[in-house]
């Protein structure tokens, strides 16, 4: 199983094969993805090719756009910051990362949700992307709202081996990978409830309330939490050592 998430659903339906349930995490290319391949010219050009200000807070959905996702729930939690701040010109800016896969009318659906809103100009549907290490580098928080339980979620690993901090849905394997503490007790982001635009708007509230400094020291916990659980070495050893359980 991908997660105790997993192998919980797994033992529900067999029972009797709890005995032989493992456990191995998916990994990432932590290599890949380490926030120092990329210089500040990097990530401008990585912006510009966005359309994005370099200045500019990025909040970035790495996800197929689909309902399942929850872009809808994203874009609604923005239209719902403290003070107004979905409107203010220090209001970040969200970049969708990922195909729609011909969900032409889902995409036009979050593009007049956010027309609604006054945030037309700072949404951002890139479509297929094909270098992630360089769209992870570019952004300063990733946001994952599914709606329904992910077996495990490898964007949240991927996002914390990129160094970014991290708010996922409080369901299913995400929480397993986020460890929802302040970044003095570890913590490498935060989780909210699933489908629930008011409880993601008030963990990203508190993102965006947190000093640079701090959302930094979340996104180093995040690179240590990946580096010490969920790297393609270790989940490649965990599969090796089933195999040799098998041998004996």
Same mark, same amino acid.
């Given at each position: 199983?991908?997660?105790?998430?997993?192998?919980?659903?797994?033992?529900?339906?067999?029972?009797?094969?709890?005995?032989?349930?493992?456990?191995?995490?998916?990994?990432?290319?932590?290599?890949?993805?380490?926030?120092?391949?990329?210089?500040?010219?990097?990530?401008?050009?990585?912006?510009?090719?966005?359309?994005?200000?370099?200045?500019?807070?990025?909040?970035?959905?790495?996800?197929?756009?689909?309902?399942?996702?929850?872009?809808?729930?994203?874009?609604?939690?923005?239209?719902?910051?403290?003070?107004?701040?979905?409107?203010?010109?220090?209001?970040?800016?969200?970049?969708?990362?990922?195909?729609?896969?011909?969900?032409?009318?889902?995409?036009?659906?979050?593009?007049?949700?956010?027309?609604?809103?006054?945030?037309?100009?700072?949404? &951002?549907?890139?479509?297929?992307?094909? +270098?992630?290490?360089? *769209?992870?580098?570019?952004? /300063? =928080? $990733?946001?994952?709202?599914?709606?329904?339980?992910?077996?495990?979620?490898?964007?949240?690993?991927?996002?914390?081996?990129?160094?970014?901090?991290?708010?996922?849905?409080?369901?299913?394997?995400?929480?397993?990978?986020?460890?929802?503490?302040?970044?003095?007790?570890?913590?490498?982001?935060?989780?909210?409830?699933?489908?629930?635009? &008011?409880?993601?708007?008030?963990?990203? +509230?508190?993102?965006? *309330?947190?000093?640079?400094? /701090? =959302? $930094?020291?979340?996104?180093?916990?995040?690179?240590?939490?990946?580096?010490?659980?969920?790297?393609?070495?270790?989940?490649?050893?965990?599969?090796?050592?089933?195999?040799?359980?098998?041998?004996?």
């Amino acid at each position: 199983a991908n997660s105790h998430f997993t192998a919980a659903r797994i033992q529900s339906v067999y029972p009797s094969m709890v005995e032989k349930l493992r456990v191995i995490p998916r990994g990432c290319d932590e290599t890949a993805l380490a926030r120092d391949n990329f210089s500040a010219g990097n990530i401008a050009a990585k912006r510009k090719q966005w359309g994005v200000a370099e200045n500019a807070f990025v909040i970035m959905c790495p996800a197929r756009v689909t309902h399942l996702k929850g872009q809808h729930v994203l874009i609604d939690a923005l239209g719902l910051l403290k003070n107004g701040a979905a409107k203010s010109k220090q209001a970040p800016t969200l970049v969708l990362v990922g195909s729609a896969q011909g969900r032409d009318e889902y995409v036009a659906q979050l593009r007049q949700s956010a027309a609604q809103l006054g945030m037309s100009e700072r949404l &951002v549907m890139t479509g297929l992307e094909t +270098d992630m290490p360089s *769209a992870y580098a570019a952004a /300063d =928080l $990733a946001i994952v709202p599914t709606i329904r339980p992910e077996p495990f979620g490898r964007t949240c690993i991927e996002a914390q081996a990129a160094s970014l901090p991290v708010i996922a849905s409080d369901d299913g394997g995400f929480r397993e990978t986020v460890i929802a503490e302040t970044a003095q007790n570890g913590g490498t982001g935060w989780l909210a409830a699933p489908d629930n635009a &008011v409880a993601l708007a008030a963990a990203i +509230d508190a993102a965006l *309330a947190m000093s640079p400094e /701090d =959302l $930094a020291h979340l996104g180093k916990n995040g690179r240590a939490n990946v580096l010490e659980n969920y790297t393609r070495r270790a989940m490649c050893n965990r599969t090796l050592n089933v195999y040799r359980e098998w041998l004996l």
